[in-house]
């Protein structure tokens, strides 16, 4: 049996699993858990993005991905599969889109179906850590921007060029309105200081 038939039958997910299972507390204990994570799952299915506290969001992240595994591997003929769709979605009509969009969209994917990123917290304030977990192929904005500013990449250096000539042209124009015909080059922070500094060292020697 090579490696293709093995992974048919033993399911592994594309995500990290922690060794112990993550206390969600609850007034009506385990059960309780139980209720917030398959709410977590339902409303991850239905908007494809929301925002939580880390340990739920991290924790029902596991139980969607397996979820979509098996979907993807057994498809909704399978009993145990229908199940635990049937279990986990509240809202039964997330079954059907499991099975006729969710299956499609990732059947070809090599990574984790899911997504789990920081989100902002308000500084000097005891909230809890936040996250945004979502499925990966959402209708969304991005939330992270992937494109990389290179310097020295051939736009940005042509670019670069072109405002550069673009300034001189500038001080060309400025300097022939006030007489001065050699070419002006911007002056940066560092040489204001510097000029500011050789003018006060004057000004002390006149004093002396």
């Not at 997504?115 to 977990?133: F, G």
């Not at 550069?164 to 001080?171: G, L, V």
Request: with cysteine; proline share 5%.
């Amino acid at each position: 049996m090579n490696q293709a038939e093995v992974s048919k039958l033993v399911s592994k997910l594309r995500i990290k699993i922690p060794n112990e299972p993550r206390k969600l507390r609850n007034i009506k204990g385990p059960e309780g858990r139980l209720d917030k994570l398959r709410k977590t799952v339902t409303g991850l299915f239905k908007y494809e993005r929301i925002e939580l506290n880390y340990s739920r969001g991290d924790e029902a992240r596991q139980y969607a991905e397996r979820l979509i595994s098996e979907a993807i591997r057994h498809g909704d003929c399978h009993k145990p599969t229908m199940e635990a769709a049937n279990y986990w979605l509240l809202e039964k009509e997330l079954i059907h889109k499991l099975f006729k969009v969710l299956v499609p969209r990732f059947q070809d994917c090599n990574t984790a179906y899911t997504s789990i990123i920081n989100a902002p917290r308000a500084i000097n304030t005891r909230s809890t850590e936040k996250v945004v977990l979502e499925l990966k192929g959402n209708p969304y904005p991005p939330l992270v921007n992937k494109q990389m500013n290179n310097k020295l990449l051939i736009q940005n250096v042509l670019l670069d060029a072109a405002k550069y000539d673009y300034r001189q042209s500038k001080y060309r124009e400025m300097a022939e309105k006030i007489g001065i015909t050699d070419e002006i080059k911007p002056t940066t922070n560092k040489d204001e200081n510097r000029t500011n500094q050789i003018q006060l060292n004057d000004n002390k020697l006149t004093e002396n």
